[in-house]
């Protein structure tokens, strides 16, 4: 499983504003070449657009639907039983990596210093999501690969078309996209963000 979401490069990163929405944004942005999709819990009912979703794309070995934005042991036992492949936070919980290991998923901790990173690599979670990205810099993959060069490493937050392939290039093993997927939505439609997800795969070499 990791290498497949390692090969589908690509996370969705998907708030929205209600099941409908995140459910369409998520569809779009599959048929445009992104098939890690993260459901944050910012979105209202998050669950049952997870549920929805891995029921809908079961069919479909490629596409991984996980949960982001998981705060709290609570959330990640929801997430779970949604049937959600991976948790993501901005934070990291070694209760939440604890439950992942237990129930066979994966957890994905948000980290922004090298005791984060090391702490949550020594507790076995496969990637560390970089955060914030945009303030941190595609070069802190390159200074953590230094002493530490097997780690996975992805940053969200600060993404866009225009950087993905230095980011792609300094080592992220993935790449979190959340705003720039949906940034004309409001004036373009849906149809928007299956362009930008199959720009964001162009521009990253996938």
Same mark, same amino acid.
């Given at each position: 499983?990791?290498?497949?979401?390692?090969?589908?490069?690509?996370?969705?990163?998907?708030?929205?504003?209600?099941?409908?929405?995140?459910?369409?944004?998520?569809?779009?942005?599959?048929?445009?070449?992104?098939? @890690?999709?993260?459901?944050?819990?910012?979105?209202? @009912?998050? @669950?049952?657009?997870?549920?929805?979703?891995?029921? *809908?794309?079961?069919?479909? +070995?490629?596409?991984? #639907?996980?949960?982001?934005?998981?705060?709290?042991?609570?959330?990640?036992?929801?997430?779970?039983?949604?049937?959600?492949?991976? +948790?993501?936070?901005?934070?990291?919980?070694?209760?939440?990596?604890?439950?992942?290991? *237990? &129930?066979?998923?994966?957890?994905?901790?948000?980290?922004?210093?090298?005791?984060? #990173?090391?702490?949550?690599?020594?507790?076995?979670?496969?990637?560390? &999501?970089?955060?914030?990205?945009? #303030?941190?810099?595609?070069?802190?993959? &390159?200074?953590?690969?230094?002493?530490?060069?097997?780690?996975?490493?992805?940053?969200?937050?600060? #993404?866009?078309?225009? @950087?993905?392939?230095?980011?792609?290039?300094?080592?992220?093993?993935?790449?979190?996209?959340?705003?720039?997927?949906?940034?004309?939505?409001?004036?373009?439609?849906?149809?928007?963000?299956?362009?930008?997800?199959?720009?964001?795969?162009?521009?990253?070499?996938?």
């Amino acid at each position: 499983m990791i290498e497949l979401i390692k090969q589908n490069y690509y996370f969705a990163v998907i708030r929205g504003k209600d099941e409908d929405e995140a459910k369409e944004i998520a569809r779009q942005s599959i048929l445009g070449g992104i098939r @890690n999709i993260e459901i944050t819990y910012s979105t209202p @009912n998050a @669950n049952q657009v997870i549920a929805d979703l891995v029921q *809908e794309f079961s069919d479909d +070995l490629q596409v991984v #639907v996980g949960a982001g934005t998981v705060m709290s042991t609570d959330l990640a036992y929801q997430a779970i039983e949604a049937g959600a492949a991976f +948790l993501v936070s901005p934070h990291f919980d070694p209760d939440i990596q604890v439950i992942a290991q *237990e &129930k066979g998923i994966y957890y994905f901790p948000g980290c922004g210093t090298v005791t984060e #990173v090391v702490r949550a690599d020594r507790a076995g979670c496969p990637i560390i &999501k970089l955060f914030p990205g945009g #303030v941190l810099g595609s070069g802190f993959i &390159k200074d953590i690969h230094g002493p530490i060069p097997d780690v996975n490493i992805m940053p969200s937050g600060g #993404v866009s078309i225009d @950087n993905v392939a230095q980011w792609r290039q300094a080592g992220a093993c993935a790449i979190g996209i959340g705003s720039a997927l949906v940034k004309r939505l409001d004036q373009d439609g849906f149809d928007s963000i299956r362009e930008i997800a199959a720009d964001f795969v162009a521009a990253g070499g996938i």
